[in-house]
């Protein structure tokens, strides 16, 4: 019952920060709008997959090092410009056609995982401690771990970009597409600057 209960802790927790507004549903949402839901689903795989990369690096190396949270603040000062270079390219985008490529490929995906400050913190000080609880608890509790965790956080990212496709048509007769566009592109800036602003105030 324990293990039950835990597991089903972990698996809301990934619902909780699939629901999270951060840049990676910011780029999920740009995808809809950009492709349509089928080619945003590419982006949900990319990030899923860049998440368990990087989370499976951190509960096998990175923990045990226990370093210290100045480091990620620093990988989040950076991300953030990132973030920044980032929305300067969806803000120029002004229409949906065929030229509008893929924008979120997998190398970007993975650099922004990389760089995201919050996400390892969040792994480091939220994850890693109830993952390493399950796995006393039950054999194989690291993997039971990531795929409740991860099932999650695909279900519900999976869900809100269904959800905000459904306004896709109704966009795009208005010609409104430029505007949303622009929106995505001031919260991936919003979330730099908050990204910089946290990083600034723990140095200080």
């Known amino acids: 019952m324990k293990v ?6 972990i698996f809301l927790l990934g619902l909780i920060g699939g629901a ?18 089928k080619k945003s ?14 989370a499976t690096l951190i509960l096998l190396i990175i923990y045990s090092l226990k370093i210290p949270e100045l480091y990620f603040q620093i990988i989040s000062f950076a991300g953030s410009l990132y973030l920044i270079y980032l929305a300067t390219k969806i803000w120029k985008i002004t229409k949906v056609d065929n030229e509008n490529k893929e924008f979120f490929t997998f190398n970007k995906i993975m650099v922004l995982t ?13 994850c890693v401690p109830r993952a390493f609880t399950l796995n006393e608890t ?20 999976s869900t809100l970009g269904f ?5 896709r048509p109704l966009l795009l007769k208005r010609n409104l597409v430029s505007i949303v566009f622009k929106f995505f ?10 990204s910089i602003i946290k990083s600034i105030l723990f140095i200080l």
């Open 185 to 194: 592109a001031l919260m991936l800036v919003f979330f730099a600057l908050e």
């Open 41 to 54: 689903l590419r982006v949900i795989f990319r990030a899923l997959v860049a998440e368990i990369i990087v």
């Open 20 to 37: 999270v507004p951060g840049p990676m549903l910011a780029a999920v949402f740009t995808e809809v709008l950009n492709g349509g839901f």
């Open 138 to 157: 039950v054999y194989g509790g690291l993997i039971i771990f990531m795929i409740a965790m991860e099932l999650g956080w695909l279900i519900m990212t």
């Open 4 to 9: 039950v209960s835990q597991i089903i802790e």
């Open 163 to 167: 959800i905000f496709s459904r306004f």
């Open 114 to 126: 990389l760089l995201n400050g919050g996400f390892w913190i969040f792994w480091l000080t939220v």
